[in-house]
């Protein structure tokens, strides 16, 4: 497989609002914390429209692509596309495996969509912790977070800003932010970015469905 096919997992993302103030744990109240992780774990099932960005930091090299991504708690489905030239790829993962098609509809399996993006690209897309990631829910071994606080008419809110996880043997900076309320229910995220030694990934979610 070429290089260039990580052209499927990139975006070079313009503009940024000024980022909230951060608030470590100690000074924010968990109620606050619950409240919205409560909210983040309930849901089941969720679509996203955005735009995602791959930078290699060793080699200085960046791409970009459109995204349309739909979970469920069995399916994953990761549409990969170019608004005039239309579908790029698709990735997809439910309880049989994973197989990703090319933009000749040509098949590829695997176990799961992590693992299968590590064999065809040579690189381990962290698509397993970026599912949680995506809609501000606190992953399993995450450490250093901060906080921002949302009051609200009845009770504050406090989504995640930032955090320290190690996954697949790298340490990733996690940091979102831009939350606002999805369809007068959940307050979820609209810009994310993962940080390592040696990538880093930006998605700017342009819509939400729940």
Same mark, same amino acid.
């Given at each position: 497989?070429k290089?260039?096919?990580?052209l499927?997992?990139?975006l ?5 609002a000024?980022?909230?103030?951060e608030?470590p ?8 914390v619950?409240?919205?992780?409560q909210?983040?774990?309930a ?13 290699n930091?060793?080699a ?10 739909r /979970?469920?708690p069995?399916?994953l489905? !990761?549409r990969?596309?170019?608004? @005039?030239?239309?579908?790029?790829a =698709?990735? &997809? $993962? ?6 990703y098609y090319?933009e000749?509809?040509q098949?590829?399996?695997g ?5 299968l993006?590590?064999?065809l690209?040579?690189?381990e897309l962290p698509i ?19 906080? /921002?606080?949302?009051e609200?008419?009845? !009770?504050?809110?406090?989504?995640? @800003?930032?955090?320290?996880?190690? =996954?697949? &043997? $790298?340490?990733?900076?996690v940091q ?7 369809q ?27």
């Amino acid at each position: 497989m070429k290089l260039s096919l990580l052209l499927l997992f990139s975006l070079i993302l313009v503009g940024c609002a000024t980022p909230p103030k951060e608030i470590p744990m100690s000074a924010i109240d968990s109620n606050a914390v619950a409240r919205h992780q409560q909210q983040v774990g309930a849901l089941e099932q969720w679509q996203l429209r955005g735009q995602l960005a791959l930078f290699n930091l060793n080699a200085d090299e960046r791409d970009s692509v459109y995204l349309e991504w739909r /979970q469920s708690p069995n399916t994953l489905q !990761l549409r990969f596309y170019h608004p @005039l030239k239309g579908t790029l790829a =698709r990735l &997809e $993962q439910d309880a049989q495996g994973a197989t990703y098609y090319d933009e000749d509809e040509q098949a590829f399996y695997g176990y799961d969509a992590e693992s299968l993006v590590a064999r065809l690209f040579n690189f381990e897309l962290p698509i397993n912790l970026l599912q949680q990631v995506v809609t501000g829910k606190l992953p399993q071994g995450a450490q250093q977070q901060r906080y /921002q606080l949302l009051e609200q008419p009845e !009770l504050p809110l406090a989504p995640l @800003l930032s955090y320290q996880v190690s =996954r697949n &043997e $790298q340490q990733w900076q996690v940091q979102l932010h831009d939350y606002e309320q999805s369809q007068g229910t959940v307050f979820l995220p609209h810009n994310v970015e993962l940080r390592s030694n040696d990538w880093r990934i930006k998605l700017r979610v342009r819509e939400w469905k729940l």
